[in-house]
């Protein structure tokens, strides 16, 4: 019964490839987030949706495409893939808009790695 | 901009009680600190959360002096499965929204 799923797992992917992950939440949140955690472990937001409405867009280049059909759904499509984009993404949700009052809950991650 | 800056590691031994502090000098005003717990292949975990002087749950207690521009997380008697990365969260609104702002964590490991 998991809260925040994100698919798939791992992705392994050639450079110039385009893909996608998806996040799925069941805990009724209205906001959701993907976070990118490099090497180092350092993890950083990229974008936040508030009921399906962009609210976060944190520096992220123009190739990385958050959709959310609906606010149990974001997903996260990255065309051109790089060298670079090679980290774990990280799906979240929160019951508020800034998840300040019951903090997040992250799924599992990708790992995605670009070769 | 609001940051955070924590060791980036620590060793501990089971039984010992082990604190962590993360400093963040320009926290907001009406800001909470919120500190996570992540383990291999998962995602970060909610811990503890607190806006000033000490909070205390099952799992953890959360110390912040009156200035508010550090907090210590302290874990009572750890066990090897204590062994994680710990971070620790506050919100950068120089933009205007809310930016959750994670540190760069504090990788613990706890020894037998």
């Known amino acids: 019964d998991t809260a925040v799923s994100q698919t798939p797992k791992y992705l392994v992917t050639q450079m110039g490839n385009d893909k996608s992950i998806k996040c799925e939440q069941n805990?009724?949140?209205?906001?959701m987030y993907w976070y990118k955690q490099d090497s180092k472990k350092f993890l950083k937001i990229m974008f936040s949706y508030n009921n399906k409405e962009l609210i976060i867009n944190e520096t992220v280049p123009n190739r990385f495409s958050p959709k959310s059909p609906d606010k149990a759904h974001l997903n996260l499509h990255i065309n051109s893939l790089e060298l670079g984009d090679s980290a774990v993404y990280f799906c979240?949700?929160?019951?508020?808009?800034?998840?300040?009052?019951?903090?997040?809950?992250f799924g599992s991650g990708t790992r995605l790695t670009v070769v | 901009l609001a940051k955070t800056t924590q060791p980036i590691s620590m060793d501990s031994y089971e039984g010992q009680e082990v604190n962590i502090t993360c400093s963040h000098n320009?926290?907001?005003?009406?800001?909470?600190i919120t500190w996570y717990q992540q383990f291999p292949s998962q995602g970060p975990r909610f811990i503890i959360q607190?806006?000033?002087t000490k909070v205390t749950n099952e799992v953890a207690s959360l110390f912040i002096p009156a200035d508010r521009k550090s907090s210590t997380l302290s874990l009572p008697r750890v066990s090897l499965s204590d062994t994680a990365v710990y971070y620790c969260?506050?919100?950068?609104?120089?933009?205007?929204?809310?930016?959750?702002?994670f540190g760069r964590g504090t990788s613990l490991i706890v020894h037998p």
């Open positions: 320009n926290i907001a005003t009406n800001d909470y």
């Open positions: 979240a949700s929160s019951q508020d808009s800034a998840g300040l009052a019951y903090g997040y809950t």
């Open positions: 969260l506050v919100g950068d609104r120089s933009g205007g929204s809310y930016i959750p702002t």
């Open positions: 607190g806006y000033k």
């Open positions: 805990l009724g949140h209205d906001t």
